[in-house]
Nanobody, 113 residues
Framework: QVQLVESGGGLVQPGGSLGLSCATS????????MGWYRQAPGKQRELVAA?????EYADFVKGRFTISRDNGKNMVYLQMNSLKAEDTAVYYC?????????WGQGTQVTVSS
């Protein structure tokens, strides 16, 4: 059974940094992409960043967030710098294989003074 487990969320002041990690357990064949989404209260889940054969970032995080992937460990990371209050959300790890899309349970990121 495949599981994705996020870690690294928490409370940070505006302008601060946080790093998120996503560990996978179980076997996932033919991974196409690994990425991060977020969902703020009352809003739809939205793409933050994803890496496949190319790296994709949402416009609102370009220059501030960096996604990286460890193919050997099937892990994906998100380094978030210059955080803003509007970055507050639950952040979800996503892995897409040839046949299925997997989601983690989410980790809360709160940016507040």
């Amino acid at each position: 059974q495949v599981q994705l487990v996020e870690s690294g969320g928490g409370l940070v002041q505006p302008g601060g940094s946080l790093g998120l990690s996503c560990a996978t357990s179980g076997t996932i064949f033919s991974i196409y992409s690994m990425g991060w989404y977020r969902q703020a209260p009352g809003k739809q889940r939205e793409l933050v960043a994803a890496v496949s054969s190319r790296t994709e970032y949402a416009d609102f995080v370009k220059g501030r967030f960096t996604i990286s992937r460890d193919n050997g460990k099937n892990m994906v990371y998100l380094q978030m710098n210059s955080l803003k209050a509007e970055d507050t959300a639950v952040y979800y790890c996503n892995v897409v294989s040839r046949s299925k899309s997997y989601w983690g349970q989410g980790t809360q990121v709160t940016v507040s003074s």
